[in-house]
């Protein structure tokens, strides 16, 4: 069976695309950061065993390494990994304005380490996929 990791699941395009995996027919882990939207549960109850909800902060090193070990234990193979968890900050400012670097470093956290650390832990899984 085709397999598949999607990260940032909860709605919008990483919703979207853990639909269109499923419906190919992929067993699919779906990285959720935001349990209280119900939108992927309810996926969940359609897809029955197709579909694993997985809790991710891809900000949280102990958060991505448990996600791993719980898909290692289902799979021995990833066939497609998608990081699509992001955020996005207000940068409707301009260069003579206060820069707010806290938002910076949970930017460039989230969307640049989150990835790396994402797919340095799955990259075994994914040597061995298709």
Excluded: C
Excluded at 26 to 34: C, E, I, N, W
Excluded at 63 to 81: G, K
């Amino acid at each position: 069976m085709k397999t598949a990791y999607v990260t940032g699941s909860d709605r919008g395009l990483g919703l979207a695309l853990v639909k269109v995996l499923l419906s190919k027919g992929y067993k699919v882990f779906a990285g959720s950061y935001m349990p209280e939207w119900p939108e992927l549960n309810e996926v969940k109850e359609t897809a029955g065993d197709s579909l694993t909800i997985i809790s991710l902060d891809v900000t949280d090193e102990d958060s991505v390494r448990e996600a791993a070990n719980q898909i290692s234990q289902e799979t021995e193979h990833l066939d497609i990994l998608i990081n699509n968890a992001a955020i996005l900050k207000d940068s409707s400012g301009d260069i003579f304005e206060e820069l707010n670097f806290d938002d910076m470093m949970k930017l460039y956290n989230t969307n640049t380490l989150g990835p790396l650390r994402v797919t340095n832990s799955v990259v075994n899984l994914l040597i061995k996929g298709e």
